[in-house]
């Protein structure tokens, strides 16, 4: 089955720096990766994703690129804010919906 | 995005009892449903994978007779958690597979302490 590794575990920045979370997945079959948010106690919201058919996508402050080759796609938050301050999952799976696998987490604190 | 309802958010019970947990898509039809168990600060981790109208798929270590997984329609999953014990107090959540667009969305979470 797919294993999708995450890091960093924890990652602290300075407010207005970027943030960078790097995944890997096994299975070349995943054609779709998502990212989530999860603040304490809440459900994980889906924050942006991408899917094989591209390299890179990007949604005002959040940015996601992939490379195929080498199995691996990134998380990018520039100009961090303190309201960025939750858990990352990233996640992979494949079209047909069988498998959705998620990272460990990221756990990101913004100081402001 | 879609909806995905959770209920109950929250419960209590007595070691031995049972507890059902559901997982409703409201806007979508959902043939797979997975299911997720998260110990505080940590990952979530994939108990089972919920398909309509078929048994669901176990990962390894989990309990199936433990944890009871019933898909009896396209909006509808639940997990039973039989013969409750202090270790399966967690945060157990479920979310629902949007095939059109290769998507999933996740219900609310149940915290379930079992005292």
């Known amino acids: 089955g797919e294993n999708v590794e995450q890091h960093p575990s924890t990652l602290s920045v300075q407010e207005g720096d970027s943030a960078v979370i790097k995944c890997t997945y096994s299975d070349s079959a995943s054609n779709y990766f998502p990212w989530y948010k999860q603040e304490l106690g809440k459900r994980p919201q889906l924050i942006i994703d991408?899917?094989?058919?591209?390299g890179e996508k990007k949604d005002q402050r959040i940015a996601v690129t992939l490379n195929k080759t080498a199995k691996h796609f990134s998380l990018h938050i520039t100009e961090t804010q303190p309201e960025d301050s939750a858990v990352y999952f990233c996640a992979a799976s494949m079209s047909t919906g069988n498998q959705f696998y998620f990272g460990t987490g990221t756990s990101l604190t913004v100081i402001p | 995005g879609a909806v995905v309802s959770q209920h109950p958010s929250r419960v209590i019970c007595k070691s031995g009892t049972s507890v059902k947990i559901e997982c409703r898509s409201l806007d979508f039809q959902a043939t797979t449903m997975f299911w997720y168990r998260q110990f505080p600060k940590q990952s979530l981790m994939l108990m089972a994978t919920?398909?309509?109208?078929?048994?669901?798929?176990?990962e390894q270590g989990v309990e199936k007779d433990k944890f009871l997984i019933n898909h009896a329609s396209l909006t509808l999953s639940t997990l039973t958690v039989t013969s409750a014990h202090p270790e399966d107090s967690s945060f157990y959540i479920c979310?629902?597979?949007?095939?059109?667009?290769?998507?999933?969305?996740f219900g609310q979470g149940t915290r379930l302490t079992v005292v």
């Open positions: 919920s398909n309509e109208g078929s048994k669901a798929t176990y």
């Open positions: 979310s629902a597979y949007r095939a059109v667009n290769t998507e999933a969305f």
């Open positions: 991408i899917r094989s058919n591209v």
